[in-house]
């Protein structure tokens, strides 16, 4: 079955580093545009970072400068590096394929949690 299995969450202080990962199963990412998205508690699901088929990154403002997202189709994962970590990025992060049939199916998500 296809599955979105997102890694590398955990606890950081602020100002640290996480680098999640999302490993595909029973899809190929090669050919698809991948995003990140984030939902903390109570609030609405919101796009962090995209990434195209070929290679082209567009990021939330509230990122900009700190995240980076990145993919390697031979592993088929999407990477998101992130820097200069806030307590305001509390979140779990999901990764997404964006495709429009696609468009409802997610992972469990990782957690993180910025604080000291």
């Known amino acids: 079955q296809v599955q979105l299995v997102e890694s590398g969450g955990g606890l950081v202080q602020p100002g640290g580093s996480l680098r999640l990962s999302c490993a595909g199963s029973?899809?190929?990412?090669?050919?698809?545009?991948m995003g990140w998205y984030r939902q903390a508690p109570g609030k609405q699901r919101d796009l962090v970072a995209t990434?195209?088929?070929?290679?082209?990154?567009n990021y939330n403002t509230s990122v900009k400068g700190r995240f980076t997202i990145s993919r390697d189709n031979d592993k088929n994962t999407v990477y998101l590096q992130m820097n200069n970590l806030r307590p305001e990025d509390t979140a779990v992060y999901y990764c997404h394929v964006e495709l429009e049939s696609l468009k409802y199916f997610w992972g469990r998500g990782t957690q993180v949690t910025v604080a000291s």
């Open positions: 029973g899809i190929v990412f090669r050919n698809y545009d």
């Open positions: 990434i195209t088929a070929a290679g082209i990154t």
